[in-house]
């Protein structure tokens, strides 16, 4: 139930992290979604608002 049947999880969880110097990163065990399009997460800062990558730790 709780992996598919690839051995793989059936469930995401995603971590957003933000430095106190302004680095930040988003990852998640999936970084694409079960379509295939790769997944973002929105950041703004000095530069504007823009979607970011979100880093896969399985694919």
């Known amino acids: 139930r709780l992996l598919l049947d690839n051995g793989e999880p059936a ?3 995603n ?3 933000l ?3 302004g680095r930040h990163a988003g990852v998640a065990f999936y970084g694409t979604s ?3 399009n790769q ?3 929105a ?3 000095e530069n504007g608002g823009r979607h970011e ?3 896969g730790l399985i694919r």
Do not use: H, L
């Open 11 to 13: 469930f995401d969880v």
């Open 15 to 17: 971590f957003y992290v």
């Open 19 to 21: 430095g106190k110097d």
């Open 34 to 36: 079960a379509s295939g």
């Open 39 to 41: 997944r973002n997460y």
């Open 43 to 45: 950041v703004c800062d």
């Open 53 to 55: 990558p979100i880093e």
